[in-house]
Structures are given as structure tokens and as C-alpha cells.
């Protein structure tokens, strides 16, 4: 296994770890360094490992941080102007 794939699984092993604990503010800042950090480490086993597997990190990534995934789904379809 290479580095990166190894961080990718430890990132989702904290994000499932911080996701169980109470938080008054919903996770939301948790949430925010969680993506700040996974998105280059997405990038990073893009690079190392290639597509399937940064899909599978990616599509593991979207099952913790559902209500990101889908706040900017609704964003995007505002945006683009789709009902």
C-alpha cells in the first residue's frame, strides 16, 4: 500500500471517529477541515494510485460528509438554474 492510500484510510477512520462525538455546532467546523484536508489527499491518490481508486476514496468521502455533498448539489442545481 502506498502512503497516500494509507492517509486517505486514516483520513476516513478520524472523520468516522469525529463524527461520533457531540458537537453544539453540528460538525460543521470539523467538516470544514475534513474537506480542506481530503481534497488534495483525494488529489494525491489520484496521482499515485489512479481513477478507481480515488473514486472509491471519493464515493467513501461523500457517505460521511452526506450534508456537504448534498448542500452543494442544491448550490449547483440554484445556480445553473435546474428544478
Known amino acids: 500500500m502506498s502512503l497516500p492510500l494509507i ?10 471517529v469525529s463524527g461520533m462525538f457531540p458537537s453544539k455546532h453540528h460538525h460543521w467546523p470539523t467538516a470544514y477541515v475534513l474537506i480542506a ?3 488534495p489527499l483525494l488529489g494525491w491518490v489520484y ?4 481513477f478507481w481508486i480515488a473514486l472509491i476514496l471519493l464515493i467513501a468521502a461523500a457517505s460521511i460528509l452526506r450534508w456537504p455533498v448534498l448542500y452543494l448539489w442544491r448550490w449547483v442545481k440554484r445556480v445553473v438554474g435546474v428544478k
Open 37 to 39: 484536508i481530503g481534497l
Open 47 to 50: 496521482v499515485e494510485e489512479g
Open 7 to 16: 492517509l486517505g484510510l486514516c483520513w476516513l477512520v478520524a472523520a468516522n
